[in-house]
C-alpha cells in the first residue's frame, strides 16, 4: 500500500556529493531507510532513520561521510552523500520497516526500485 520512489542517482566524480531521495506515496510512521547491492555483491545495508527522525544509524563505511535526514511532511528522507570513493558505486535501495532494528536486519514491508549511483576514480 506503500510506494517508495528514489531519485537523484547519476555519476560523480570520486570525492563529490550527490543527495539521493526517496518519497513515499502516502503518510507512514515506519522507520525509513537505504540499502545498497554493488556488483557482484550482496545488498547492504548503509542507513537508517527513525519514523520521528530523531534516531540514525549508519554502516561504518559511510560514518562521517554520508548524512540520512526526514522531512516527515513531504513523506521524504534524504541521503546526503559527500566524499563518495568508487567504492561507493551501487544500486541504492530505499526501504520502511516498522522498526529501525528490522529496518537494519532487512526486514523492511517496502522497498523501492532503486537509484544507480557510479562514483568515478
Known amino acids: 500500500q506503500v510506494q517508495l520512489v528514489e531519485s537523484g542517482g547519476g555519476l560523480v566524480q570520486a570525492g563529490g556529493s550527490l543527495r539521493l531521495s526517496c518519497a513515499a506515496s502516502?503518510?507512514?510512521?515506519?522507520?525509513m531507510g537505504w540499502f545498497r547491492q554493488a556488483p557482484g555483491k550482496e545488498r547492504e545495508f548503509v542507513a537508517g532513520?527513525?519514523?520521528?527522525?530523531?534516531?540514525?544509524e549508519y554502516a561504518d563505511s559511510v560514518t562521517g561521510r554520508f548524512t540520512i535526514s526526514r522531512d516527515s511532511a513531504k513523506n521524504t528522507i534524504y541521503l546526503q552523500m559527500n566524499s563518495l570513493k568508487p567504492e561507493d558505486t551501487a544500486v541504492y535501495y530505499c526501504?520502511?520497516?516498522?522498526?529501525?532494528?528490522?529496518?537494519?536486519?532487512?526486514?523492511?514491508?517496502?522497498w523501492g526500485q532503486g537509484t544507480q549511483v557510479t562514483v568515478s576514480s
Open positions: 532513520i527513525t519514523w520521528s527522525g530523531g534516531s540514525t
Open positions: 526501504n520502511a520497516a516498522t522498526t529501525i532494528l528490522a529496518l537494519h536486519r532487512g526486514e523492511s514491508r517496502y
Open positions: 502516502r503518510r507512514t510512521s515506519y522507520a
